[in-house]
């Protein structure tokens, strides 16, 4: 009997698709890390010095973070059973709410498995068809995704421009604003004080995703709210991650009583999936807790930050207008990204080069990220790698895969 040629098979086409991306240097790989988050970490075995984790505190390895998960385990056991709503909810995820709610300053807030399945869940239970959406343009995917998924009309405004927002709002209006607190590729600010009042007078919600800002900036780490000195009121939803600068796993959404009662009721991906790990919350109250109380941490970055930025200027290196963690250095194209980040892991330092579509075209970058665990000799090695580098930033030609 003949095998039938396959036109229609499923995976017909796939290798093209991946050949495609490796030429326009857009393969992406995965490291296989031998140990814990930290500055020295270990990677395929290697010894690497690392600027590339969003362990901002350097808690996701502090050893009483540790403990509270083992005693978590040992009194919740593992796993959470169920879906919130069913039997998973524990007392240890109400605890942390509470002191979610509590830290931020709201009334309550709501644990999500993750910080991409809780923008879904908000945007998706806010806004629907004939409903539009705006956001900055250089938003984290999943609040673009969670427009999506909501079958608004999307609409995206200059990044972190509050007159270009306006306009679009003069328009035709929205249901809903989106904006990161802290650009995670570009690690600037949201221009929340301009923001806030345009989204009160338009009537729409504003839905800040404070990721990187959480932990990291404002009194005792409350994020960027905080940090503009503003208190945010029941039109503004804050979501924050807890994988990032608290070191655990997870996120949430605080706001009003009838915001997080309407999520519970309406956020799919609240509803529809299994409450996490009650021991990971456990996790989470102790590093909230030193995350809040210990102000050193913070004052590490301000010093780490500030003093990378003078080396980096002195060395005329492409450094991009952050005040946080995250500090790119602009590339351009994939090409030069791959080379500069190549370049640093020959000499043993390990620094993500960040190419589109996580970035626009034209703009691939190296994201270095600095965690309060850095030691001033680490900066060092670091500022030393790329000024050999930037002495070689010509030899982008025979690229291979990365
Ligand atoms: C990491 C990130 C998320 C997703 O959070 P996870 O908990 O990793 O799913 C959402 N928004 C921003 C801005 C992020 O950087």
Same mark, same amino acid.
């Given at each position: 009997?003949?095998?039938?040629?396959?036109?229609?098979?499923?995976?017909?086409?796939?290798?093209?698709?991946?050949?495609?991306?490796?030429?326009?240097?857009?393969?992406?790989?995965?490291?296989?890390?031998?140990?814990?988050?930290?500055?020295?970490?270990?990677?395929?075995?290697?010894?690497?010095?690392?600027?590339?984790?969003?362990?901002?505190?350097?808690?996701?390895?502090?050893?009483?973070?540790?403990?509270?998960?083992?005693?978590?385990?040992?009194?919740?056991?593992?796993?959470?059973?169920?879906?919130?709503?069913?039997?998973?909810?524990?007392?240890?995820?109400?605890?942390?709410?509470?002191?979610?709610?509590?830290?931020?300053?709201?009334?309550?807030?709501?644990?999500?498995?993750?910080?991409?399945?809780?923008?879904?869940?908000?945007?998706?239970?806010?806004?629907?068809?004939?409903?539009?959406?705006?956001?900055?343009?250089?938003?984290?995917?999943?609040?673009?995704?969670?427009?999506?998924?909501?079958?608004?009309?999307?609409?995206?405004?200059?990044?972190?421009?509050?007159?270009?927002?306006?306009?679009?709002?003069?328009?035709?209006?929205?249901?809903?604003?989106?904006?990161?607190?802290?650009?995670?590729?570009?690690?600037?600010?949201?221009?929340?004080?301009?923001?806030?009042?345009?989204?009160?007078?338009?009537?729409?919600?504003?839905?800040?995703?404070?990721?990187?800002?959480?932990?990291?900036?404002?009194?005792?780490?409350?994020?960027?709210?905080?940090?503009?000195?503003?208190?945010?009121?029941?039109?503004?939803?804050?979501?924050?991650?807890?994988?990032?600068?608290?070191?655990?796993?997870?996120?949430?959404?605080?706001?009003?009583?009838?915001?997080?009662?309407?999520?519970?009721?309406? %956020?799919? &991906?609240?509803?529809?999936?299994? #409450?996490?790990?009650? +021991?990971?919350? !456990? /996790?989470?109250?102790?590093?909230? $807790? *030193?995350?809040?109380?210990?102000?050193?941490?913070?004052?590490?970055?301000?010093?780490?930050?500030?003093?990378?930025?003078?080396?980096?200027?002195?060395?005329?290196?492409?450094?991009?207008?952050?005040?946080?963690?995250?500090?790119?250095?602009? %590339?351009? &194209?994939?090409?030069?990204?791959? #080379?500069?980040?190549? +370049?640093?892991? !020959? /000499?043993?330092?390990?620094?993500? $080069? *960040?190419?589109?579509?996580?970035?626009?075209?034209?703009?691939?970058?190296?994201?270095?990220?600095?965690?309060?665990?850095?030691?001033?000799?680490?900066?060092?090695?670091?500022?030393?790698?790329?000024?050999?580098?930037?002495?070689?930033?010509?030899?982008?030609?025979?690229?291979?895969?990365?």
């Amino acid at each position: 009997m003949e095998t039938p040629t396959a036109p229609n098979r499923p995976d017909a086409g796939l290798r093209e698709q991946l050949d495609q991306l490796a030429a326009a240097q857009r393969y992406r790989r995965r490291r296989v890390q031998d140990g814990p988050q930290q500055p020295k970490a270990v990677l395929d075995g290697r010894p690497m010095l690392s600027f590339c984790s969003n362990d901002y505190l350097g808690l996701a390895n502090h050893p009483e973070v540790i403990r509270a998960l083992q005693r978590g385990a040992e009194t919740w056991g593992v796993g959470s059973g169920s879906a919130h709503l069913v039997n998973g909810h524990s007392r240890a995820h109400h605890a942390l709410e509470e002191a979610l709610a509590a830290f931020t300053g709201r009334p309550r807030a709501l644990l999500f498995s993750t910080g991409y399945m809780a923008n879904l869940g908000v945007i998706s239970a806010l806004a629907g068809r004939g409903d539009k959406v705006l956001q900055d343009r250089l938003n984290h995917a999943s609040l673009l995704d969670g427009a999506q998924l909501s079958r608004a009309n999307l609409r995206r405004y200059p990044h972190a421009d509050a007159a270009g927002l306006e306009r679009q709002l003069n328009d035709s209006g929205a249901r809903l604003i989106a904006t990161d607190g802290v650009f995670s590729m570009d690690g600037d600010l949201a221009p929340l004080p301009e923001l806030i009042p345009i989204a009160r007078r338009a009537g729409a919600w504003l839905l800040v995703d404070d990721a990187h800002g959480l932990g990291v900036l404002g009194r005792g780490g409350r994020g960027t709210f905080d940090h503009f000195g503003l208190t945010p009121d029941d039109d503004c939803i804050l979501m924050g991650t807890l994988g990032k600068a608290l070191g655990t796993f997870g996120a949430f959404v605080a706001g009003s009583e009838e915001l997080i009662e309407t999520l519970i009721q309406r %956020a799919r &991906s609240y509803v529809f999936t299994t #409450a996490s790990p009650p +021991a990971v919350a !456990e /996790a989470t109250r102790a590093s909230l $807790a *030193i995350a809040e109380r210990e102000d050193w941490r913070r004052e590490r970055l301000q010093t780490l930050i500030a003093r990378f930025r003078h080396g980096a200027e002195q060395l005329g290196l492409p450094i991009m207008d952050s005040p946080t963690p995250i500090q790119p250095l602009m %590339a351009g &194209s994939e090409a030069q990204a791959l #080379a500069w980040s190549r +370049a640093l892991e !020959e /000499a043993g330092i390990l620094v993500g $080069a *960040i190419r589109p579509p996580t970035v626009p075209e034209g703009t691939a970058r190296l994201r270095i990220t600095f965690s309060a665990t850095h030691r001033d000799e680490d900066l060092d090695r670091l500022l030393e790698a790329l000024d050999r580098l930037s002495l070689s930033t010509q030899s982008t030609k025979d690229d291979h895969l990365d």
